[in-house]
Antibody, heavy 122, light 112 residues
C-alpha cells in the first residue's frame, strides 16, 4: 500500500525559504515520479513541478521558475520541495503526489500525501 | 501553458440524477503519435487531498465506482456521474499532462 508522509506545518516570514519533505513507502520509489501541487485557502489546485527520481530530472511550472527546486533522494525514498523568497500569496497547503511517467514525461497523479500547511506572515 | 477551463463552476443535482462536468483545454491534448488524450480527472472532498478518478481521459482508476465515466478528445472533455450519490459531493478537477501540467479551476457538485 503506497503511503506518502509529509513534513509538518511551517510558519515563515516574507522573504524567507521553506523546505517540505515527502517520504514514500509501499512502492518502488524510482519507478515513479513525484509532483508538488499547492492549494491556497479556498482556491483550486496549482501544479508546481515534478521530478522523476530515476533520471533525477525536475520540471517546473513557469509561474515558479527560479523560485522552486524539487529534488529527490532515492536511498530514503524522499522528495523535497524548496521554495524561496516567500510572500503572503504563498500561504497554502502543499501536496506531494506520486505520479506515473512515460519517456521522461510526467503523467497523472495516483497517490497523494496529506498536505503540509505553509503560512507566510510577518 | 495550456489553460484548462471547466464548466459550470458549480452545479446542484438531485440524488440519483446525472451530473455532467465539462473541461476545455486551450489547445489539443491529443498526442497523435500514440492517439492518447493526456487528461485526468480528480475528486476532492473538504479537508482531504484529491483522489484520482480517470486518466487517459476515459480510463477509470482501480476501485472507482463505474458511475464515474470520462469521455471526449482533443479540446473537449466530459466527466459524467451517471447516478449521483450523497458521497459524490465534492469539487472535481481536470488536469492536462500533455505539456507540463495544469489543472482546471474546479467544479463544485452539490445535492439539489
Amino acid at each position: 500500500q503506497v503511503q506518502l508522509v509529509q513534513s509538518g506545518a511551517e510558519v515563515k516570514k516574507p522573504g524567507s525559504s521553506v523546505k517540505v519533505s515527502c517520504k514514500a513507502s509501499g512502492g518502488t520509489f524510482s519507478n515513479y515520479a513525484v509532483s508538488w501541487v499547492r492549494q491556497a485557502p479556498g482556491q483550486g489546485l496549482e501544479w508546481m513541478g515534478g521530478i522523476i527520481p530515476f533520471f533525477n530530472t525536475a520540471t517546473y511550472a513557469q509561474n515558479f521558475q527560479g523560485r522552486v527546486t524539487i529534488s529527490a533522494r532515492g536511498s530514503t525514498s524522499t522528495a523535497y520541495l524548496d521554495l524561496t523568497n516567500l510572500r503572503s500569496e504563498d500561504t497554502a497547503v502543499y501536496y506531494c503526489a506520486r505520479g506515473h511517467a512515460l519517456a521522461g514525461a510526467l503523467l497523472w497523479l495516483d497517490h497523494w500525501g496529506p498536505g503540509t500547511l505553509v503560512t507566510v506572515s510577518s | 501553458d495550456i489553460v484548462m477551463t471547466q464548466s459550470p463552476d458549480s452545479l446542484a443535482v438531485s440524488l440519483g440524477e446525472r451530473a455532467t462536468i465539462n473541461c476545455k483545454p486551450s489547445q489539443s491534448v491529443l498526442l497523435s503519435s500514440d492517439n492518447k488524450n493526456y487528461l485526468a480527472w480528480y475528486q476532492q472532498k473538504p479537508g482531504q487531498p484529491p483522489k484520482l478518478l480517470i486518466y487517459w481521459a476515459s480510463t477509470r482508476e482501480s476501485g472507482v465506482p463505474d458511475r464515474f465515466s470520462g469521455s471526449g478528445s482533443g479540446t473537449d472533455f466530459t466527466l459524467t456521474i451517471s447516478s449521483l450519490q450523497a458521497e459524490d459531493v465534492a469539487i472535481y478537477y481536470c488536469q492536462q499532462y500533455y505539456s507540463s501540467s495544469t489543472f482546471g479551476q474546479g467544479t463544485k457538485v452539490e445535492i439539489k
